[in-house]
């Protein structure tokens, strides 16, 4: 409408060669999809058929699950080096294996050094680096706020219920490597195995605590639940009158998009529970987890295509990884290809401090200049939120409301009023990434502890 609620005149409409030119196909790239049976391309797969890759049942059954079937089926495809430098990443590693043939068969195996996928999966024991010294493996304090084994209750009306600790795959940056999969060499697991007991007593919490309306169901991974444990879940939250949302978490849908196109009981169960909930006047989503563009693929849009059919919700929460998706361009394809195959993208989380994966941290800053970068690069409703889960309990912060950020020392300080008011937490930014200055005071442990006190002096200062 024109300015005094006149109608516009065609006088007024702009002239053509304002009017902005039509794209080259080229910036179209989010649409442009992976697709064939690609997966041939691996020796292991040379004869699979499609009928067979689409197959869930397929897919979990020749998922790789120990180093040396993973080491196995690399060989003829990477060099000897690479396989060695392979071991000794995993004799490091907090995380169990588990690698899917799908997700095997997007890694260019030609340039493994620098694959981004290969990066999340298979650690190099050449590319680790030192923990920062504030690292702790629960950096987020999740045992802390729980009342019931396997149940955070941290924000007021927010509850998180691990339900099980097992995963379709087992990601290096898993910032729940205290608990998900089974122990390695360097980490006894929290357990979190399905158990009735304490899905009772999770369940008895909820419905005790009037203030809870919204509940996390993740693990491990919802991908993981049975059909009848999905229903059972959801129809017992639903039954509840103050529980109002929900969300199945599942990284599923990056990693084995089969399951939603093959596994009909599953989906079907989560369908269900989506209707009971639409019926209720409540809202039951899938939340998951793509970091990379190339992990969404033409059968990825085939099974997010039967979600929307189905009108279930589905949103995005990326981790902001080094050398996977650290860069404008890189985050930019993802928000673009994840919208193109309708699901949101939500948050883009700084990664967390996370035992062994040093090497996959970067600075608050990029994580700043991202944001910067894709802000406009589609609507607002698609472009996330880059957070910072504050270790030691705080919750996510946005990463732009810190009080104070010394890009020397990589310190950054974030309050959390609504959550816990009074305190202050901290995020360090990995000591490979600072200025020499900053590696030296870090280098020297007389000095650790007095760089966090100066960043917390400075942080009251700028309040005041
Ligand atoms: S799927 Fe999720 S919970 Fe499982 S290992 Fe990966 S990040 Fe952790």
Known sequence: ??????????????????????????????????????????????????????????????????????????????????????????????????????????????????????????????RLLPDHPRLDLDSLHERVDMPVPGLTHRYTDKALFLALDTCPVYCRFCTRSYAVGIDTEEVSKFQLKVNAERWQQTFDYIRSRPELEDIVISGGDAYQLRPEQITLIGETLLSIDHVRRMRYATKGPAVMPQKILTDDAWTDALTRVVEEGRRRHKEVVLHTHFNHPREITSITKAAMDKLCERGITVRNQTVLQRRVNDSIDTMTLLVRRLGYVNVHPYYIYMHDLVRGVEDLRTTLQTGLDIEKGIRGATAGFNTPTVVVDAPGGGGKRDAHSYEHYDRTTGVSVFTAPAVHPGEVYFYFDPISLLPPEGQARWADPAEQARMIDEARSAAITAKH
């Open 1 to 126: 409408m024109a300015p005094d609620n006149k109608l516009a005149t065609v006088s007024d409409a702009p002239a053509p060669a304002a009017l902005k030119p039509p794209v080259e196909p080229a910036a179209l790239a989010h649409r442009d999809l992976l697709t064939g049976e690609f997966w041939r391309r691996i020796p292991a797969y040379a004869q699979v058929s499609e009928a067979e890759f689409l197959d869930h049942k397929w897919q979990a059954k020749n998922s790789i699950t120990n180093i040396a079937k993973l080491l196995a089926a690399l060989e003829g495809l990477v060099s000897d080096a690479f396989i060695a430098d392979a071991q000794r990443g995993f004799e490091r590693a907090p995380m169990s294996v588990r690698v899917s043939p799908y997700l095997l068969s997007l890694i260019d195996w030609s340039h493994p050094d620098g694959d981004p996928l290969r990066t999340q999966f298979i650690p190099l024991g050449s």
